[in-house]
């Protein structure tokens, strides 16, 4: 089975920043675009960034102009650059296979805590 491997996640004052990474199997990152989720206590699981396996990118307009994916094909890792954070962003963050459907089953996350 197949696991994605989440760390980075803390907790963090308004305003500050955090990198997440992300790392997958090789047999599998190379030729695959990659995203990263949030889920926010009580709400569903949203996707916020995604990343094309030739480096295209997409956001949420949440996220929009604060975060930044990039990806290392070199070590199958996926990042999540987190800048100006508020306390809105709090929640568990996961990575997953896909530009805009999740593919593999969950990991199991970082937490992300963002206070004001």
């Known amino acids: 089975q197949v696991q994605l491997v989440e760390s980075g996640g803390g907790l963090v004052q308004a305003g500050g920043s955090l990198r997440l990474s992300c790392a997958a199997p090789?047999?599998?990152?190379?030729?695959?675009?990659m995203a990263w989720y949030r889920q926010a206590p009580g709400k569903q699981r949203e996707l916020i960034a995604a990343?094309?396996?030739?480096?295209?990118?997409n956001y949420a307009d949440s996220v929009k102009g604060r975060f930044t994916i990039s990806r290392d094909n070199a070590k199958n890792t996926v990042y999540l650059q987190m800048n100006s954070l508020k306390p809105e962003d709090t929640a568990v963050y996961y990575c997953?296979?896909?530009?805009?459907?999740?593919?593999?089953?969950w990991g199991q996350g970082t937490p992300v805590t963002v206070s004001s």
């Open positions: 997953n296979v896909g530009f805009t459907i999740a593919t593999l089953n």
């Open positions: 990343i094309t396996s030739g480096g295209g990118t």
């Open positions: 090789g047999s599998i990152f190379s030729r695959n675009a």
